[in-house]
């Protein structure tokens, strides 16, 4: 037989001991183990959140994502007994999908934007006031704090050149009232300013109220009234008075008015009251006080 042939046979014999080797060796091995990546609990949008929606245990969750798939923005879980609202906090500058993983760029940055916007409580409205030194406690209002509005305006009163009418309100009637028209109002801003802590002890020239609509209204009117005072509450002190919150109008000084006006018809006609009132003499009112002076 030809020496080529039989080498040949030879190198195939030894192959297929080889891969018989081989293939006897794996399968003594064992089923091939597959790894399992770990997994991280990172935080997600537990529903559809809109653009503004201030986030909550509610409306996040900690849910399970394979490491290897997790990018760098995601927030991951710190322990088992963090909660979602201890890891992120605030107000969506954009809409998030349920189940999409959170991150801090969604959040309104109080840098960036509009932040005033963003921290509005539904249905407030941010107002904008004209302050000086001695109308904003001197300076040491910031934002957050809350305050009292307080307006002080000209009363005018028309006697019709009447001399009893003009001698009545000329010593019943100041020219001046003051009057508390908003209570327990948030400070927002002061200039452009937002943050409480970047805000040192300066008098701004304008402050940023947090108010209603009808506040805003009432803000509106008082600022053609008069100027404006703001009187710092303290921490933790929301009392409302018992009267509500007081609007711009004079119905304190219509009151007195009605008063005067009711005793001047009286006078006038002779009858009435009118009699208890010796000649020559003014019957004065002071709130609930009722004197009566010689007018000679």
Do not use: C, H
Not at 113 to 129: D, E, H, Q, S, T
Not at 171 to 176: P, T
Not at 190 to 219: H, Y
Request: glycine share 8%.
């Amino acid at each position: 037989m030809n020496k080529n042939i039989l080498i040949v046979m030879g190198g195939g014999l030894m192959v297929a001991i080889l891969v018989a080797m081989l293939v006897k060796f794996g399968m003594s091995s064992g089923p091939v183990k597959v790894v399992e990546e770990g997994k991280v609990e990172i935080l997600v949008a537990a529903r559809n959140l809109k653009i503004g929606e201030e986030l909550s245990n509610d409306n996040m969750k900690w849910v399970n994502w394979p490491e290897g798939s997790v990018f760098g923005a995601a927030i991951r879980r710190k322990s088992d007994d963090q909660e979602a609202k201890d890891a992120l906090e605030g107000k969506l500058s954009r809409s998030i999908a349920e189940d999409e993983p959170l991150v801090k760029s969604a959040i309104v940055q109080e840098d960036k934007g509009n932040f005033v916007a963003a921290i509005l409580k539904p249905g407030y409205r941010a107002v904008a006031i004209s302050v000086k030194a001695e109308s904003m406690v001197g300076g040491f209002i910031t934002p957050g704090d809350f305050v009292d509005v307080i307006l002080t305006y000209r009363v005018r009163m028309d006697d019709n050149d009447d001399p009893v009418a003009k001698m009545i309100i000329e010593r019943n009637v100041d020219e001046r009232a003051t009057e508390t028209i908003l209570q327990n109002v948030r400070i927002l801003a002061i200039d452009q300013t937002s943050k409480a802590e970047d805000q040192k002890i300066k008098v701004g020239k304008t402050v940023t109220l947090e108010v209603t609509d009808t506040g805003a209204e009432s803000l509106a009117l008082a600022s053609e009234m008069g100027p404006l005072t703001l009187a710092l509450r303290g921490i933790g002190d929301d009392k409302i008075m018992s009267d509500g919150a007081r609007v711009a109008t004079d119905v304190r000084m219509t009151n007195i008015n009605n008063q005067l006006l009711e005793e001047y018809k009286k006078i006038r006609s002779g009858g009435g009251d009118a009699t208890s009132v010796p000649s020559g003499s003014v019957r004065i009112y002071n709130g609930a006080n009722v004197s009566t002076t010689s007018n000679r």
